[in-house]
């Protein structure tokens, strides 16, 4: 089992399975993994299982996409001025029955780049193609999807991918993210999700 480590001056404070969903990283109290350094963005970076691989997204400030860039084992990334986090296997031995022959039930998912976000309805309608970045939804001009709608939040929420399918996270957004009717602070979507911010129905298609 692969874990990602949190370390202050090199020595480790806590370890994170990387597992299914994406894991926020960032100063703000509501990241996964919260860094106390005053040189870290509330919302600093996210660390993705995709594709085999374990990926990194710097969430820039402004809007601005950043490229993923590979996370390898055993190399440390700095995270201010004295964190940073390391993908390493865990020592740590998970017990459970040894002889279970029971197979786990496959559910067909599907990459983000077959999934299409549709905002809107009739002609008004947009469909914007996800790919392996993540998307952020908000009323602010900066974002990737921009929503004009009073009641939307400038950085209301965001689309995650990761190895298993799509994630969505509130970013602290005033008025709540509901996904098919119940409010979300993180959630994973799947085609045909509705997925409300403000008074607009988003669906994934």
């Known amino acids: 089992m692969e874990v990602l480590v949190l370390r202050y001056r090199g020595e480790p404070l806590r370890e994170f399975p990387?597992?299914?969903?994406?894991?926020?990283?960032?100063?703000?109290a509501g990241c996964d993994i919260v860094v106390h350094d005053a040189r870290v963005r509330e919302r600093h970076l996210l660390?993705?299982?995709?594709?085999?691989?374990?990926?990194?997204?710097?969430?820039?400030?402004?809007g601005k996409r950043a490229p993923l860039r590979a996370l390898e084992l055993?190399?440390?990334?700095?995270?201010?001025?004295?964190?940073?986090?390391?993908?390493?296997?865990?020592?740590?031995?998970r017990l459970g029955p040894a002889t279970s022959r029971t197979e786990p039930l496959g559910v067909e998912l599907g990459s983000a780049a077959e999934i299409?976000?549709?905002?809107?309805?009739?002609?008004?309608a947009r469909r914007i193609p996800l790919d392996?970045?993540?998307?952020?939804?908000?009323?602010?001009?900066r974002?990737?999807?921009?929503?004009?709608?009073?009641?939307?939040?400038?950085r209301h929420c965001r689309l995650e991918?990761?190895?298993?399918?799509?994630?969505?996270?509130?970013?602290g957004s005033?008025?709540?993210?509901?996904?098919?009717?119940?409010?979300?602070?993180?959630a994973r979507v799947l085609p045909g999700s509705v997925i409300r911010v403000g008074r607009t129905n988003l669906r994934l298609v």
């Open 18 to 28: 990387l597992g299914s969903r994406p894991l926020e990283v960032g100063s703000g």
């Open 47 to 62: 660390v993705s299982a995709i594709g085999g691989s374990v990926m990194l997204h710097e969430l820039r400030p402004g």
């Open 74 to 93: 055993g190399f440390p990334v700095r995270i201010g001025l004295h964190h940073s986090i390391e993908r390493v296997r865990s020592e740590r031995v």
């Open 116 to 124: 299409s976000l549709l905002v809107g309805s009739g002609t008004e």
């Open 132 to 141: 392996a970045l993540p998307l952020t939804i908000g009323s602010g001009s």
């Open 143 to 154: 974002n990737d999807v921009v929503i004009h709608d009073r009641t939307v939040s400038g």
């Open 161 to 171: 991918p990761s190895a298993d399918g799509l994630w969505l996270r509130d970013l």
């Open 174 to 186: 005033r008025n709540g993210t509901h996904v098919d009717g119940v409010a979300i602070e993180l």
